[in-house]
């Protein structure tokens, strides 16, 4: 299967580096360089969506990603600029990717809400 091009929307991926501070403390912080990326990007719904997430649903959006910029294990946790300009703080994080047969299946969630189940 091929993603349709007039389907797909750039977003720009962010990876995640974690450091610490003084007191020993995570500072989560986000690369520089934004890689662009395109997707099919859709909101997440159905029962099992709603089951994990909750009152949170509204902001989770489910993705199919072909390319080789993300990878399985690897990739969770970094940062997506989606409606926000590459130059910002990532407004959606990758929570879940899994792969399918010729694409790969991203679960992303927005930054600042928490799981309301």
Known sequence: MRLRKRELQTVW???RKVTSDDEGNDVITYSEDPKKLQMNVQSAGGQVMAQIYGESLPYVKTCKYQGDQLKVGQNEKDGICMYVSKDKEPDYEIVAI???S???NITLKKRGVSNGS
């Open 13 to 15: 991926l962010k990876h």
């Open 98 to 100: 899994q792969p399918f």
């Open 102 to 104: 010729t694409h790969l």
